[in-house]
């Protein structure tokens, strides 16, 4: 199994993952989501992540479990695919749990920025209704980005430590209590 810390990656066959192909991702044996084949760019040194589905469990959670997955399926690429030395992405899947469209847009920039994310667009979606945007942008591997992905995947596994994934005692209060004890004890340093 390819395993990052929470999470599992594989092909639809259950197989371990290879670049170009569909990516399930499982918490355990719970399909959360899958991600469009994950095309390479500039002479197979990029990855562009787009296209995400998520499975009914997500869509359940009064959490937003889309930012961990994110943050876990760029972990695996790294830590998996050493020719992989960027991933752009543009992020498009409405959150019921995160409010309106420039909420998910400020939320979704927010975390870009903070993993070294550069190049972070946000635009209205061209398909969709009226204050849906589309957050695109691009990561670069260096040593400084790369801290700063784990430092923020680190905040999201700790969200997920003690309630995991599908759970129906996650709460909302709980999920802020806890970031706003990140964030003071963050500051405290």
Known sequence: MQQTGFLTML???????SLGQPLHVYDREHLLGILDPLPLLHNGTQVHIEGFVAQPIILKEDR??????FLEVCAFL???FPQ???ISFRLTRHIDVLGAGERQAAVRTETMLRIGASDVNIAPHPD???????VSGVWVYNNQNLAALHEVLEEQRALYADVPIGS?????AGVVAHLRALIFGRKQR
């Open 168 to 172: 129906q005692t996650a709460t909302r």
């Open 64 to 69: 937003h479990v889309g930012r961990l997955i």
């Open 11 to 17: 092909n639809p066959s259950g197989e371990p993952y």
């Open 78 to 80: 790294l830590a998996n």
């Open 84 to 86: 992989i030395q960027s």
């Open 128 to 134: 969709a209704s009226p204050g849906h945007f589309v």
